[in-house]
């Protein structure tokens, strides 16, 4: 199975090689993730490729302590993914705004890591994020 998804404006791309569609989005409480509205969606040991076209439109915001990396269309404002580097791998979990479920997605469940110490936050990533992680800019044509 797989799930097809991009921002808006179709610069960054996702295509998730996921188990199954039963996925239950978490509404991380922290304040970039509330006020971009992301709800994230992620499977353990399921391989998530995302395609970038424009890196120019491409930004990588950092928040928080543990490190974790947002990635974000410069061109239409949507954050597709969050990443993080994880003993040498990487990890990541989509933001279900993003990705076409031919299911749907059921509510967001609100979840709150503040009070988690930085090596549990990572150790919440490496157990429940999407790993491995490719990231990748598309190869430009010339007319």
């Not at 509205?37 to 491409?58: C, E, F, M, T, Y």
């Not at 915001?61 to 990443?83: K, M, S, T």
């Not at 040498?88 to 279900?96: R, V």
Request: proline share 6%; net charge positive; aromatic share 6%.
């Amino acid at each position: 199975m797989s799930l097809q998804g991009s921002c808006r404006c179709r610069n960054i791309l996702l295509h998730w090689q996921c188990r199954d569609y039963s996925l239950v989005p978490r509404a991380c409480q922290c304040a970039y993730c509330v006020r971009h509205a992301a709800a994230w969606v992620s499977k353990s040991g399921s391989a998530l490729n995302v395609v970038i076209h424009d890196p120019r439109q491409h930004r990588v915001v950092e928040q928080g302590p543990a490190g974790a990396q947002f990635h974000e269309c410069a061109h239409c404002g949507d954050v597709v993914l969050v990443a993080a580097e994880l003993d040498g791998e990487l990890y990541g979990a989509a933001n279900a705004r993003c990705v076409l479920n031919p299911r749907g997605f059921p509510g967001a469940v609100p979840t709150d890591s503040a009070a988690l110490s930085v090596s549990a936050r990572r150790e919440r990533w490496r157990l429940n994020w999407c790993s491995p992680l490719n990231i990748r800019v598309a190869p430009q044509t010339t007319h």
